[in-house]
T-cell receptor, first 114, second 113 residues
């Protein structure tokens, strides 16, 4: 079975500062990895995904994530955040043999302050 | 046009009632899902259908019954509602049983009083 740990429940940051949201996963099989963003009172939107190949994945809104197999991590980064990036961010994992079932982490609340 | 639409957006009901949530997707996807998001924002899969066939059925009370009349629709019926059923329920779809990532609906906030 897979599990996902998001190490920070809340991350406060000032506008235009860099940010890293941490995600570690546990699985006995190879996995696919995802980051989703949820704005207030909305559904989840896919930011980026890692399926195979290059371990550095670029997504929408200037976000990127790096897959590190040895550390079982998939941290999300942005070099300069905006107020509009304030949202809940979810890391998720899906195993390669399954029915595309996503296992989500508990979420990290990113709060960008002016 | 909304890709994955859920109705209603808000649902307030009394304990013991039966209610349904409807979901429709116009993306041509083969697979649809129901997820429950609790008050702490934790998301957990409940059910998944692929081309009208149930493929994922997590440990969910049998008061919850999904129905997929066709591959564009997945409804969720809940019998004998309990206070603990209060949550946001999300419908999602994907192009099949491959890891393309989901498209989520905007959610249905269910409040049981």
């Amino acid at each position: 079975a897979q599990s996902v740990t998001q190490l920070d429940s809340q991350v406060p940051v000032f506008e235009e500062a860099p940010v890293e949201l941490r995600c570690n996963y546990s699985s006995s099989v190879s996995v696919y990895l995802f980051w989703y963003v949820q704005y207030p009172n909305q559904g989840l939107q896919l930011l980026l995904k890692y399926l195979s190949g290059s371990t550095l994945v670029k997504g929408i809104n200037g976000f990127e994530a790096e897959f590190n197999k040895s550390q079982t991590s998939f941290h999300l980064r942005k070099p300069s955040v905006h107020i509009s990036d304030t949202a809940e961010y979810f890391c998720a994992v899906s195993d390669m043999g399954g029915y595309n079932k996503l296992i989500f982490g508990a979420g990290t609340r990113l709060a960008v302050h002016p | 046009d909304t890709a994955v639409s859920q109705t209603p957006k808000y649902l307030v009901t009394q304990m013991g009632n039966d209610k349904s949530i409807k979901c429709e997707q116009n993306l041509g996807h083969d697979t649809m899902y129901w997820y429950k998001q609790d008050s702490k924002k934790f998301l957990k899969i409940m059910f998944s259908y692929n081309n009208k066939e149930l493929i994922i059925n997590e440990t969910v009370p049998n008061r919850f019954s999904p129905k997929s009349p066709d591959k564009a629709h997945l409804n969720l019926h809940i019998n004998s509602l309990e206070l603990g059923d209060s949550a946001v329920y999300f419908c999602a779809s994907s192009p099949g049983q491959r890891p393309y990532g989901y498209t989520f609906g905007s959610g249905t906030r269910l409040t049981v009083v």
